[in-house]
């Protein structure tokens, strides 16, 4: 049983049961949906810009515990930061959840339950869903794909 | 013997699947994925083997004596699938890479070369993506062939009433449908459809790759024109399948790959093709691969296709009762008639965290929309489902474990 | 140590291929077909069973973890492809079923796909029949797309300036030349000739069958569009081969076959492609077979592709010794760059005659046309040639046997 | 060495070497080609017919010993047959090829010497490449292929 805990540490139980920022934004700078075909898995990113800052996320979507509770992080984690930031941040998290290495950085005390879908190849894509939405609604994308 | 009552028996047949004598984290593996790709046993790995060991060199080309005996191997493996599905000559049966490439075949030869501009090619909403994206892809080749649907009920059968109102409409040239679905199990009423489809002037297509590892298939009873099945469900190797098509139908249809073995002759500006089945057989065939098929197809005939059948049936009633005993279970499709592919979703707990949950007790089911998109989006499952398929090694005692484990995952995501 | 000094120990290569051992008649077969296909190293055969006992299931589709670990080990074969080719990018690696099914790729997706009305495909006079029929049905498909050639020289080499005449009327959108010749044995300058084809717009495909087993291969220097090569004829098993393709290509290109695996999206109406590589790798793959195709990889690799090349030249020395020693014996072809492929008449036997001839003596050889027609017309070989070829397990001695077995037939058909 | 004799026995060897017939016929009422693309062999039947009867028979081609001999035995063992009679006899010639047992009947005296094929799977086309030339002649088509 407890490698199971690795994918749904506590932080992801509670983000997949009580997802954050679940709901449209009403003024929306930059958006995308992702899908994975998959298995059906979707976000869609709702990002409010300020100065070119994230000034509020958002997210609806379907799918897995772990799809969910990592857009859910995501609203959490991305406020406050430039779109180069939230990249880099992006492919940070895509790298952990890939490898298993958690980063240095408090952004990461939270998205670091992500890390343990390292250990379960074929739910990577799970975590990464989010991610790869976000980076494609900064890039002015209005789709992503995880496959 | 009657081999309808000789009982299967299960654990001497486990025996022979060295895979399944494995154990994940102190469990016994529990194998319930069969419906994606089957496990092999013994014999067809020492068929592999001995092909290899003894008895190989290309087929058809060479002069000597090991080629001589490599190329009547090969071809005993033809035969073997011949007498598997009951086809009236040997040079009816073409072999492929798998059930896909085989649909890709008839949809190349079959569907440019000899369907005309403003005819239709039906599928039904059951297909999986290897009986329908090969259509659409015909239909966007700018050759005025057209796609039309057949729509199945919401118990999961094919509708035969919407089957009858698309031939109506007197434009379709083949319908292309699955002899069992692999997602809902449903077993099709093959040959009502062929005479359907035949009294409409239209040649019928049956993806078989799941039906013929469940059920005696006999092409002439049902009057088939093309049926195609794969290697690796059967458990056989994998790079292997075949197309079963009608002579008159194989004769009038152009090649689809070009390459050696394939023509009659070649100059540089011309080439004319061979007689069926080689035509269709373009390079180096799978021979290693026949070997293990033939082993395969031998495998299931010692065992007996009826003995199969009772025992699939068992796990089937086993399933009926066991599974919907679990809370928040919702079965997908309720056919009459079915096989050993059992689709579903848990209120709890989405499909892909299921199949990781019950992995880490050993069982292996899958998650996702088992290359059937349209059909989840028409049951409303976008999530996907989740789903057990059963095998001639499959024993109660495995959907009993799968039962529990869905209990236990239940309480652990709720 | 360098490699290319280091001897390779042929007996002990040997001892891997259990079917070398066998006797014919009482005497040890020589197997001298090699180009048409290679024998299998106990490596290969365990690498399968392996696959096959410990980690079987379907790939890319299961989220359990025996599934997981095919997948991987699967991901780890089109590795080793990428390692062997020198490819920049794994996702330049499609597998497919043999050299045939990649060649037949690239004619539909990327000639039907990318090519335009009024343009030609260039392939050479030495082609084996998969490098011409897939682009002559490519061109009677009714889209405009013509097809060119490129003469060769009596030596058998490829006319460097006929290339250039045909590259100069400035529409030719793919040169499709062989790197290799199955009968010639002829080494074909691939370098220059991509330069030459990328100089004039034109992209090159290179059909390495034969030359991927002999030379080392590297698709970046060559600066290969696409590369393509075949599992059974270096050392693994049939039903699996390799398309090297550049990534730039394969984004632009449509798919191929249709089916599971190679969609993003699919409803009743369209479907949308999923990215290279999986676009082109529709339905299950060979999953069994590329295991295999990794172990033979791994095994070459072992060996050092160095030091194959070193035993092969000098058995292509010797064979250049001995044969034409041969009283009555015609070498086809006198290529400066070749392999170790050797065809060749004889004036008394024909070369059906002589295979037979030589098989009583254990001793494998083709006969025929080895699937150059046109290549036969253009040497005026009508009757074809008989043709010896080799392999990392082939001696010095064996080629003797042979010397000697074609006298012994001189004197019988005299 | 015993069973290549099988193959090649005296009278094949003979009729390779001394090929009878082996010309094209004045005035030709049936005719056609085979060939075997595989290995470049050829055989060209010609007919000259009296009363429905073949009154002559002769043959052109390239090839094996085999294929070669058979074609010039065939000239010489439809001499005088009908139509059906040598339709007949050609379809008994390419049984005995296959399977190796020689039928009786006087025509079969030199003849049998191409039952030897049958221990040869891939030469079995060889001996019957001329056979399979004489029907399509009979016929009246113009090709035949062995393969
Ligand atoms: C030069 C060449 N090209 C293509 C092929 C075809 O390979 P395969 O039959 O494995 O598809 C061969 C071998 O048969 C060959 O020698
Ligand atoms: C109903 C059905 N059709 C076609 C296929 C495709 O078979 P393959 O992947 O072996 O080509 C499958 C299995 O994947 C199937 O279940």
């Not at chain 1, 994230?54 to 772990?66: H, Q, T, Y």
């Not at chain 2, 007498?83 to 009816?92: H, K, S």
């Not at chain 2, 035969?160 to 809902?184: I, P």
Request: proline share 4%; hydrophobic share 40%; aromatic share 6%.
């Amino acid at each position: 049983m407890s490698d199971l805990l690795e994918l749904y540490p506590p932080e992801i139980r509670d983000h997949a049961r009580k997802p954050r920022n679940r709901r449209r934004l009403e003024c929306v700078d930059a958006t995308a949906r992702g899908d994975n075909p998959l298995c059906g898995d979707r976000v869609e990113v709702f990002l409010r810009l300020e100065d070119g800052r994230i000034a509020e996320a958002s997210f609806l979507g379907r799918g897995c515990d772990v799809s969910q509770a990592s857009a859910s992080m995501l609203t959490g984690a991305v406020g406050g930061l430039g779109s180069k930031a939230a990249l880099d941040l992006s492919e940070k998290v895509r790298e952990m959840a890939r490898i298993g290495t958690v980063p240095d950085g408090e952004r990461f005390e939270v998205l670091r339950s992500l890390a343990g879908a390292a250990k379960f190849p074929s739910r990577v894509k799970c975590a990464t869903l989010a991610w790869v939405t976000l980076e494609a609604a900064l890039r002015g994308g209005q789709e992503a794909s995880s496959e | 013997m009657d081999l309808a009552l000789a009982p299967l028996d299960v654990q001497r047949i486990r025996q022979d699947f060295p895979i399944l004598s494995q154990t994940v984290r102190g469990r016994p593996l529990v194998f319930l994925d069969s419906g994606a790709s089957a496990q092999k046993p013994r014999q067809v790995m020492d068929a592999m083997r001995a092909c290899m060991e003894t008895a190989y060199a290309n087929v058809h080309r060479g002069a000597y004596h090991l080629s001589e005996v490599a190329t009547e191997n090969h071809e005993a493996s033809r035969e073997a699938a011949r007498r598997f599905l009951n086809a009236a000559r040997v040079e009816e049966i073409i072999l492929t890479g798998g059930s896909t490439s085989a649909i890709n075949l008839v949809a190349h030869s079959f569907g440019r070369g000899m369907l005309k501009p403003g005819q239709r090619v039906l599928v039904s909403e059951m297909e999986h993506h290897a009986n329908l994206v090969p259509w659409q892809m015909l239909r966007d080749d700018g050759r005025g062939i057209g796609l039309g649907f057949i729509r199945i009920t919401d118990a999961g059968e094919l509708d035969l009433d919407s089957l009858h109102a698309e031939l109506r409409k007197g434009d379709v040239g083949l319908v292309a449908v699955t002899h069992m679905s692999n997602v809902l199990g449903t077993v099709t009423p093959a040959g009502a459809i062929a005479r359907m489809a035949h009294e409409h002037g239209a040649r019928v297509l049956f993806d078989g790759s799941q039906a013929a590892v469940h059920r005696r298939v006999d092409v002439q009873a049902l009057d088939a024109d093309f049926y195609a099945f794969t290697g690796h469900k059967l458990y056989g190797p994998t790079g292997i399948g075949v197309l079963y098509a009608k002579h008159e139908l194989l004769e009038a249809m152009p090649p689809f790959l070009g390459g050696g073995d394939m023509i009659e002759t070649v100059t540089l500006e011309r080439s004319t093709w061979a007689a069926p089945p080689a035509r269709f057989e373009a390079g180096t065939p799978p021979i290693i691969e026949a070997a293990g098929m033939k082993a395969a197809i031998e495998y299931v005939e010692a065992i007996g296709m009826e003995a199969m059948e009772a025992h699939e049936r068992s796990l089937v009633d086993h399933a009926m009762r066991v599974l919907p005993e679990v809370e928040g279970l919702t079965l997908v499709g309720s056919a009459q008639d079915r096989g050993g592919v059992f689709s579903f979703s848990l209120d709890a707990a989405h499909p892909h965290d299921l199949s990781t949950f019950v992995d880490r007790r050993g069982i292996c089911i899958r998650a996702g929309r088992h290359c059937a998109e349209p059909l989840h989006e028409r049951l409303g499952l976008e999530s996907g489902s989740a789903r057990a398929s059963f095998g001639l090694y499959t024993t109660h005692g495995e959907i009993d474990a799968l039962a529990e484990a869905l209990r236990e995952a239940r309480r652990f995501f709720a």
